[in-house]
């Protein structure tokens, strides 16, 4: 888990270097994104939760706003990647809430959650849901990855932001975890925070989704 704070206005030294990174255009990221922004004051804070680890781009793609990032690295750690196993929901709830290390008082007004709910069978995906719930608001929007139908094939990659249009795509560096893919229908009844607003097919059979928060 890694934290830090952006001061409004782009760092100098300019944008980091990608020429050999894949990238995957996002049709729904661009309007999302704007959304957010455009609802906010000049000077108020945006905090994003990435799940995924600190990428440069996506660090530097934030910059231009006041902004506190907040990186949790989850698909490294081992209960993405060997499972919740026979564990209860409360301790499941318990280990998310240790691993995603957030300040309790913080709420999170953009949560790009990526392919990570797919990683999840079902009683530790509702687990997860119930232990970011706590750190959301009314207003708050997320981003992520759902399925057609259960039998699409998700690789294991890292992403971060590029442009609001362009994501960035890095192999893992960590062993393809058991996958559990999930359509739209089935992620709203286990992601219980977020509710789906939009979803854009891709031609690989995925789903692009924006959420927003289910709370108020």
């Known amino acids: 888990m890694s934290e830090l704070a952006t ?4 760092p100098t030294g300019g944008p980091p270097d990608l020429p050999e990174m894949k990238r995957q255009q996002s049709l729904l990221f661009p309007s ?11 000077g108020q804070r945006l905090t994003v939760l990435d799940i995924g ?3 440069n781009e996506t660090i530097w793609f934030f910059s231009a706003l006041r902004c506190r990032l907040h990186f949790a690295g989850m698909y490294a750690e081992p209960l993405t990647l060997e499972g919740g196993g026979d564990r209860s929901r409360e301790d499941l709830v318990s280990e998310f809430t240790r691993l995603l290390a957030v300040p309790e008082d913080t709420r999170f007004d953009l949560c790009l959650l990526w392919d990570y709910p797919n990683y999840l069978d079902d ?23 759902a399925v057609r139908t259960s039998n699409t094939k998700i690789t294991n990659q890292w992403y971060g932001i590029d442009q ?3 994501f960035t795509l890095r192999p893992p560096r960590v062993a393809q975890p058991e996958i559990h893919p999930h359509s739209q229908a089935i992620l709203i009844n286990l992601l219980t925070c977020f509710s789906i607003d939009r979803g854009m097919l891709l031609p690989d059979g995925r789903l692009e989704v ?6 108020g």
């Open 123 to 145: 009683d530790t995906l509702m687990a997860f849901s119930d232990a970011l719930s706590p750190y959301l608001h009314k207003g708050t929007v997320g981003h992520g990855f």
């Open 210 to 215: 924006a959420m927003k928060s289910t709370l």
């Open 53 to 55: 680890p600190a990428h």
């Open 7 to 10: 001061p409004m206005g782009r």
């Open 164 to 166: 609001p249009h362009l």
């Open 32 to 42: 999302l994104f704007n959304q957010l922004v455009s609802r906010r004051d000049p």
